[in-house]
Nanobody, 124 residues
Framework: QVQLVESGGDSVQVGGSLRLSCSVS????????MGWFRQRPGKEREGLVS???????SAADSVKGRVTISRDNNKNTLYLQMNNLKPEDTAIYYC??????????????????WGQGTQVTVSS
């Protein structure tokens, strides 16, 4: 229904920061339940953070305090701000749009449209 394109993935050092972007087209971002996920090598997709149409947010314990989700409705863009990065944050990061069930952490089954991912590598 909507198209999502992630950008901003990079190679960074431990303790560094990174902001990922998710450009959305085909629909207004403010009308969707949005989430960020990651997939580490050899592991299943992991829900990180979500934001609902009423601006309520949630975060997985694994990234709580270090990762913040936000959106710019005028630019129709979703953001993921990551601070104090750790080697275990190395993964492909995906943004997604779906219908809210407000599960914590966000569950992939609740999301319909996905981006193709952007690589984040954190070196020790």
């Amino acid at each position: 229904q909507v198209q999502l394109v992630e950008s901003g993935g990079d190679s960074v050092q431990v303790g560094g920061s990174l902001r990922l972007s998710c450009s959305v087209s085909g629909g207004a971002i403010r009308t969707y339940y949005m989430g960020w996920f990651r997939q580490r090598p050899g592991k299943e997709r992991e829900g990180l953070v979500s934001i609902d149409t009423d601006d309520s947010t949630s975060a997985a314990d694994s990234v709580k305090g270090r990762v913040t989700i936000s959106r710019d409705n005028n630019k129709n863009t979703l953001y993921l701000q990551m601070n104090n990065l750790k080697p275990e944050d190395t993964a492909i990061y995906y943004c997604a749009a779906g219908r809210s069930m407000r599960r914590i952490p966000p569950n992939a089954d609740d999301f319909i449209d996905w981006g193709q991912g952007t690589q984040v590598t954190v070196s020790s």
